[in-house]
């Protein structure tokens, strides 16, 4: 396509290079602009080429033909946003409309596959590893499908690596973030103290590293003399060192509230063994675990003896809610004395 050229187009008419027509002035001596052939051409076969690549063949009694074809390339519904394809990827369409949760697919913040954390003894680093990871800038807000992460932090020092600010809790918890840098498509752990508050399944500080706009809670994990205790992290299960958290024997009692301090305020489900001993033959004890004042979903461990002699004890493997994140679950020896005990090993967050 071209502006006209002829000798007698007037220059420059809408700019530099861009000439226009003029209809002469006698009184002057300036032309009218010449039209030639091959400007003629020209409109003829720009406007025919949008007709036919249409699919119509032109038709001389029709003055409408352009605008149809124009709706009929733009506004086909044969194909819907094939052109999108045809530019690039789909994937890249979405990002940039903002959607790219809809080009990887929608998850939960969060989500892992094979996340993974090995602490075999105390130390102030440890690494983090998953297949893949969903992270969000918030709850509902955009997310980001992270792939094979290896990822280092050292909660001796701070910012991307470390803990957001301060120092890490020297007997407590700190919750483990994955953040997330969109721009440079750069990921990295982040710690916070969790040891007196609930942490957010988004990181919600006001320390979050310059660029860094999405994150995830991957971790709630023990630390001992401002390290991290030894531990296993295996998706949102922690596993821990044993250790008894109650112990006991007599007749039966009211039922107690137990708040234990070795898990953090984050856990959801608490990993124990219950172990149940009569004190006397030829009786059946229960010692029973709750997570509610109310014994709603009560798992109980029943010992019992027949015949003369001997002591006998029953140990179960026992998955227990917590509600509300308290920390608190209640227990109860009934039908007989028994004698108790609570390991716990581990807990959900």
């Known amino acids: ?23 002469g002035n006698p009184k002057t001596g300036t032309p009218a602009t010449d039209l030639d052939d091959d400007y003629f051409d020209m409109l003829q076969e720009e406007l025919c080429s949008v007709v036919e690549a249409s699919g119509a ?21 044969k194909n819907p946003f094939g052109d999108i394809k045809s530019d690039g990827t789909v994937k890249t369409a979405l990002e940039n409309l903002g959607l790219k949760e809809a080009a990887n697919g929608v998850s939960v913040v969060g989500t892992s596959r094979n ?26 807000g955009a997310q980001y499908r992270l792939a094979n992460l290896n990822l280092s932090v050292n909660i001796a020092t701070t910012g991307a690596g470390g803990m957001d600010t301060g120092t890490v809790p020297a007997n407590g918890f700190v919750g483990l973030y994955v953040i997330y840098n969109p721009t440079t498509s750069t990921a990295a752990l982040l710690a916070v103290n969790a040891s007196s508050a609930v942490v957010p399944e988004v990181y919600g500080g006001a320390n979050m590293p310059s660029g860094y706009t999405a994150s995830a809670l991957v971790g709630v994990l023990p630390t001992s003399s401002s390290q991290f205790a030894q531990c296993v992290l295996a998706g949102r299960s922690v596993s821990i060192l044993d250790s008894t958290i109650l112990t006991g024997n007599g007749a039966p009692g009211a039922l107690a509230a137990l708040t234990i301090t070795s898990i953090p305020l984050n856990t959801n489900i608490i990993e124990m063994t219950a172990t149940a001993s009569l004190i006397s033959v030829d009786t059946t004890g229960v010692f029973v675990i709750s997570p509610s004042s109310a014994l709603i ?50 807990y959900e967050f």
């Open 297 to 346: 979903g009560s798992r109980r461990v029943t010992v019992g003896a027949s015949g003369t002699g001997g002591t006998v004890s029953t140990t179960s493997y026992v998955k227990c809610p917590v509600f509300g994140n308290t920390r608190q679950i209640y227990w109860q020896a009934q039908l007989a004395s028994v004698s108790y005990n609570l390991v716990l090993m581990g």
């Open 1 to 23: 396509m071209h502006r006209i050229d002829t000798k007698t187009a007037q220059k420059d008419k809408f700019g530099a290079g861009k000439n226009g027509f003029t209809r």
């Open 57 to 77: 063949s032109l038709e001389k009694g029709r003055h409408d033909q352009l605008l149809t074809a124009l709706r009929a390339l733009l506004l086909s519904r």
């Open 115 to 140: 996340a993974r954390m090995n602490i075999a003894s105390a130390s102030a680093t440890a690494t983090f590893n998953a297949d893949e990871l969903i992270v969000e800038t918030a709850l509902g």
